[in-house]
């Protein structure tokens, strides 16, 4: 960084006299060295700091604590969408115009007052134009620097289509798990291009979907179950994943929360491409662009509906860098669709970053309960944090499941085992419900019902009767109607009276064969009963093993469908 002296030493007379007119400072005619001498000291006499301030616009005022925050010095392209560049006039031009009288922006406004000033360094990886405050104003300023100044966010009425979709993508996922436990759901193919993204697998939900069913939030709920250990493949179908039972168990807000932070720093997901109007020629780290976002929500009220475009324009000011971190557009490739116009420089702001912030909050933070949106049109006028969103974005999250108060069960059961039970912290209670009881809808609650065919689906599956009986009695309170109790048993009665097995049949040509084979005790262990002296039963789970130790002995079976 330079410090004042330097600065004023590299800046012609002419900028100079502008310079010394702001601060109300005599200029004298002397030669330019002793001119930045005087002024500089002028400048750094006590309370000049002070009397200058109390002169600059709001927004020359705010940018410039921006800049003392940032360390003093910042690339000029950071800059350029949110606050313009600075005019590089010649000596005539300056003497005639006198630009500094009518400031064209903030930046600007403190270029011409002294107290910022241009040069090239390196920040970092950048190597470019910064903007930079003289180090003396850094270490006057910074002591006296306070919050941030707000964001400048314009309130609307509540519009009269809403959208906010709660808990809607965790009880998606939650029907997913329970969809692939049940059934057989084969594994999709992952594509080559983008082997970290799962794809949503071959399944239809509906009618269970409690959110809309958009490919791109499909797609989004597929992969944070992925990503979060929710799904595994085994021998090319789906199946719950080991993480599955402990997500099911914590509660909606830790939940909840485990979903946004999925999201959030999930390198391999991107919206970018979900943009159809604008083709990125680069890699760019959308991770960054969704923390930075994440930053000035979290300074939003809550509750409060704002208006989109206020929100944009607050962020394009708070974080102009928002893809573009390093502020260098040399590399920038990217193209509108419809006109091939290549957007490769900080103007085109509103149409790269702002159209993805739109599309986030529209998408990706209305699904993960984040955002209330107007839902009147497909990217509406007006957005609402909601209180759940206020609590992720403050990084708040419940740390147990509440034990519901006395005498106030989760689950009312009726005489012909219809149960209602409730939504709130109850994924896991469901969980276990799901395998004995058909869900039929879900509203404010979620309705089940147990008949002779879903009983006997859980018990096939290894859930005793005993066991149900209990489940349901602590899930009601302990106020399982009597006709209900009576029915579960009288079902329970029937069940294993006849067993069903599904098995193979091995046949050898001749007795002899068939000898061979028994005579050997590791065989005889992977071999069921006997139906004749050349044929017998063999259980599928021990075929594989069985084939190999016949393969050892040499013998070769034909396999038959």
Same mark, same amino acid.
């Given at each position: ?71 003093? @010095? @910042? ?40 107290? @910022? ?35 400048? $966010? ?93 997500? $099911? ?43 930075? $976002?994440?930053? @000035? ?67 990706? $933070? ?24 206020? /609590? ?86 302990? /106020? ?82």
């Amino acid at each position: 960084m330079k410090d004042l002296y330097r600065c004023l030493e590299d800046q012609i007379p002419e900028l100079l006299q502008a310079i010394a007119e702001a601060w109300r400072l005599p200029f004298a005619d002397v030669e330019p060295r002793l001119q930045a001498r005087h002024l500089g000291e002028a400048m750094l006499a006590p309370g000049a700091l002070e009397t200058l301030l109390s002169t600059l616009s709001d927004d020359a005022r705010s940018l410039l604590d921006d800049l003392v925050r940032a360390g003093g @010095v @910042v690339p000029a392209q950071r800059l350029a969408p949110a606050y313009g560049t600075i005019r590089r006039d010649g000596p005539a031009r300056l003497a005639r115009e006198q630009p500094w009288r009518s400031p064209a922006n903030p930046l600007e406004e403190l270029y011409f007052a002294g107290l @910022v000033d241009r040069a090239n360094a390196a920040i970092g990886d950048y190597t470019g134009p910064v903007v930079l405050v003289p180090t003396q104003f850094v270490a006057l300023l910074t002591p006296n620097l306070g919050a941030p100044a707000p964001l400048e $966010l314009q309130s609307v009425d509540a519009p009269a289509t809403q959208c906010d979709e709660g808990n809607a993508l965790a009880e998606d996922l939650f029907a997913l798990l329970v969809t692939v436990r049940h059934n057989q759901v084969p594994a999709p193919a992952r594509d080559p291009d983008q082997p970290g993204l799962r794809p949503w697998p071959q399944v239809e939900l509906e009618p269970r979907l409690q959110g809309e069913p958009r490919a791109a939030r499909l797609a989004l709920i597929a992969q944070l179950a992925n990503k979060l250990g929710l799904l595994r493949e085994v021998d090319g179908w789906l199946r719950p994943g080991p993480r599955a039972r402990e997500w $099911l168990r914590i509660s909606d807000a830790r939940r909840a929360r485990s979903l946004f932070l999925g999201w959030r720093d999930d390198r391999r997901w991107s919206e970018l491409g979900q943009l159809l109007s604008l083709r990125f020629g680069e890699q760019i780290d959308v991770v960054s662009a969704r923390r930075a $976002l994440i930053e @000035v929500l979290a300074e939003c009220p809550a509750d409060r509906w704002l208006s989109t475009e206020s929100f944009l324009q607050a962020v394009k000011r708070r974080r102009p860098d928002l893809l573009r971190a390093d502020a260098d557009y040399s590399t920038w490739r990217v193209t509108d669709v419809s006109t091939g116009e290549a957007l490769t420089g900080p103007s085109s702001w509103d149409r790269v970053e702002g159209a993805l912030v739109r599309h986030l909050l529209f998408t990706s $933070l209305r699904w993960l309960g984040v955002v209330a949106v107007d839902g009147s049109a497909e990217q509406g006028d007006a957005i609402r944090i909601t209180a759940q969103g206020a /609590q992720l974005l403050a990084g708040g999250s419940g740390e147990r499941v509440p034990e519901p108060p006395p005498g106030d069960p989760l689950a009312h059961i009726a005489d012909d085992l219809r149960i209602e039970i409730g939504l709130r912290n109850s994924l896991y209670e469901r969980w276990q419900l799901e395998r004995f009881a058909q869900w039929e809808r879900q509203d404010t609650q979620a309705h089940y019902r147990v008949s002779a065919d879903s009983l006997w689906r859980g018990y096939n599956a290894g859930v005793e009767v005993t066991q149900v009986v209990r489940f349901l009695k602590r899930v009601s309170g302990d /106020q399982l109607p009597d006709a209900a109790l009576r029915e579960l048993l009288s079902w329970g009665g029937r069940f294993g009276r006849v067993s069903l097995r599904e098995m193979l049949l091995l046949q050898t040509d001749d007795e002899r064969t068939m000898k061979q084979i028994t005579s050997r005790a590791e065989l005889r262990a992977l071999l069921g009963n006997a139906l004749s002296p050349t044929t017998c039963l063999v259980e599928r789970s021990k075929a594989t093993r069985l084939l190999q130790e016949l393969q050892a002995l040499n013998i070769w079976p034909k396999l038959l469908g």
